[in-house]
C-alpha cells in the first residue's frame, strides 16, 4: 500500500529553519510529481512546494518564495522540503503528497494529488 510519512517538523523562532522529509513507500516514487501542502486552523489548505519526477523543476507560491527549497533523493524515496527564514505565519500542519495522474507540469493544486501523509506540526513563535 501506498504510504508516506512526514518527519522534521517542531517549534522554532521566527527567522529559524527546519527541514521537513518525506519518505514514500509502496509506489513507484520516481515516477511522481511530489508536493506540500500546509493547512493551519481556520485556513484553506495551501500548496507550498512542489517537485517534478526527476527533481528538475520545482515549484512555489509567493508565499514562501526563495525561503522554502524542496528537493529529493529518488534513491532513498523521499522529498525534502527546506524552511529558512521562517515567519509566525508558516505555523501550520505540514503534508506531504503523491501526484500519480501523470499530469504536467506538477501543480500546486490538491485537488491533483491522490496520496497524503498524516502531517507533522511546525510551530514558528515571534
Known amino acids: 500500500q501506498v504510504q508516506l510519512v512526514e518527519t522534521g517538523g517542531g517549534s522554532v523562532q521566527a527567522g529559524g529553519s527546519l527541514r521537513l522529509a518525506c519518505a514514500a513507500s509502496g509506489y513507484t516514487f520516481r515516477l511522481s510529481c511530489m508536493g506540500w501542502f500546509r493547512q493551519a486552523p481556520g485556513k484553506e489548505r495551501e500548496g507550498v512546494a512542489g517537485?517534478?519526477?526527476?527533481?528538475?523543476?520545482?515549484y512555489y507560491p509567493d508565499s514562501v518564495k526563495d525561503r522554502f527549497t524542496v528537493s529529493r533523493d529518488n534513491r532513498k524515496n523521499t522529498v525534502y522540503l527546506q524552511m529558512n527564514s521562517l515567519k509566525p505565519e508558516d505555523t501550520a500542519m505540514y503534508y506531504c503528497?503523491?501526484?500519480?495522474?501523470?499530469?504536467?507540469?506538477?501543480?500546486?493544486?490538491?485537488?491533483?494529488?491522490?496520496?497524503w501523509g498524516q502531517g507533522t506540526a511546525v510551530t514558528v513563535s515571534s
Open positions: 503528497a503523491a501526484d500519480l495522474t501523470g499530469s504536467w507540469p506538477c501543480s500546486l493544486s490538491s485537488s491533483r494529488y491522490t496520496y
Open positions: 517537485i517534478s519526477p526527476s527533481g528538475g523543476s520545482t
